[in-house]
């Protein structure tokens, strides 16, 4: 379980705010899965969590793969296996240019 309460000491913000943030988002993904929609979960500093068509992809931003495993283990492992390669993306790519329709509700 998340603790809200260290999340909103490390925030600097309100407990209540952090939980009801929380329930909103996780209400609405809800709600887009629910009806089928395609959805792009961007989860900061890590990467966008992609779910399109009822499959779910997870795309990592390349420094924090680098951050977690090492320049150098990242280079012997994700840049040599292409369904690892599909897997990392740069920072500050488009969403809609993940997506293979282009087209997703984007939660930040």
Do not use: W
């Not at 989860?43 to 990592?60: C, S, Y």
């Not at 390349?62 to 296996?81: M, P, S, T």
Request: proline letters at 5%.
């Amino acid at each position: 379980p998340l603790q809200t309460f260290a999340v909103a000491a490390a925030l600097g913000l309100p407990r209540h705010r952090v939980e009801s943030t929380l329930q909103a988002t996780t209400s609405l993904l809800s709600r887009c899965l629910g009806t089928g929609e395609d959805v792009a979960l961007v989860l900061r500093d890590i990467g966008v969590l992609l779910v399109e068509q009822h499959k779910v992809r997870m795309r990592f931003y390349h420094d924090f793969l680098e951050a977690v495993a090492g320049k150098e283990n990242l280079e012997k492992g994700v840049f040599k296996i292409q369904e690892l390669l599909d897997m990392v993306v740069p920072r500050g790519v488009p969403v809609a240019a993940l997506t293979s329709f282009g087209s997703v509700i984007v939660f930040p």
